[in-house]
T-cell receptor, first 114, second 111 residues
Framework: GAGVSQSPSNKVTEKGKDVELRCDPISGHTALYWYRQSLGQGLEFLIY????????KSGLPSDRFSAERTGGSVSTLTIQRTQQEDSAVYLC????????????FGPGTRLTVT | KNQVEQSPQSLIILEGKNCTLQCNYTVSPFSNLRWYKQDTGRGPVSLTI???SENTKSNGRYTATLDADTKQSSLHITASQLSDSASYICVVRNSNYQLIWGAGTKLIIKP
């Protein structure tokens, strides 16, 4: 029973570079969420996948951010042309289904843009 | 506007003491409210969930209350331990499956 895993755990990149963050949800979980958490701040919703439905992208801050979920399992969050304000911890969570179910979080990826 | 506000922003107490964290929300229509604990450098972990009909729910030394009329919830920690040092986040779900996250209360337990 592995939990949600994310990679890399830490990523330092130069301003203007593209980065890819990976999330492996708990097996069998149909819902997957991406959040961003800046230092000392609360969680900011980015995007949500539920099964084969079109993702809810309402939280993506700009068109430099995109995410995919292949085969209903692994998800990749891509940030193009990174900016210093993108520096944050990016958290992924999964749940068995949309609705009242608890979200299980991964350990996060700490992104630092220099 | 859907909002979740938590207080205090931070709190320092001595080991063994009790404390109460507050969560006020203006989310409508309300579905449920969940408290998460987030240790430094880790993802949040659920402590308890409260639905409309529940007033009080305990999970070990953690007791959550919900007053749906005043739209307030509290998380009471009894006999605090050093391992309770963390951020405690209140999250409210509305009937449209939207989650509204509070900014959290940072709790520090000192020996």
């Amino acid at each position: 029973g592995a939990g949600v895993s994310q990679s890399p755990s830490n990523k330092v990149t130069e301003k203007g570079k593209d980065v890819e963050l990976r999330c492996d949800p708990i097996s069998g979980h149909t819902a997957l969420y991406w959040y961003r958490q800046s230092l000392g701040q609360g969680l900011e919703f980015l995007i949500y996948f539920q099964g084969n439905s079109a993702p809810d992208k309402s939280g993506l801050p700009s068109d430099r951010f995109s995410a995919e979920r292949t085969g209903g399992s692994v998800s990749t969050l891509t940030i193009q042309r990174t900016q210093q304000e993108d520096s944050a911890v990016y958290l992924c969570a999964s749940s068995r289904r949309q609705g009242a179910d608890e979200q299980y979080f991964g350990p996060g990826t700490r992104l630092t843009v220099t | 506007k859907n909002q979740v506000e938590q207080s205090p922003q931070s709190l320092i107490i001595l080991e063994g003491k009790n404390c109460t964290l507050q969560c006020n929300y203006t989310v409508s229509p309300f579905s449920n409210l969940r408290w998460y604990k987030q240790d430094t450098g880790r993802g949040p972990v659920s402590l308890t969930i409260m639905t409309f009909s529940e007033n009080t729910k305990s999970n070990g030394r953690y007791t959550a209350t919900l007053d749906a009329d005043t739209k307030q919830s509290s998380l009471h920690i009894t006999a605090s331990q050093l391992s309770d040092s963390a951020s405690y986040i209140c999250v409210v779900r509305n009937s449209n499956y939207q989650l509204i996250w509070g900014a959290g209360t940072k709790l520090i337990i000192k020996p």
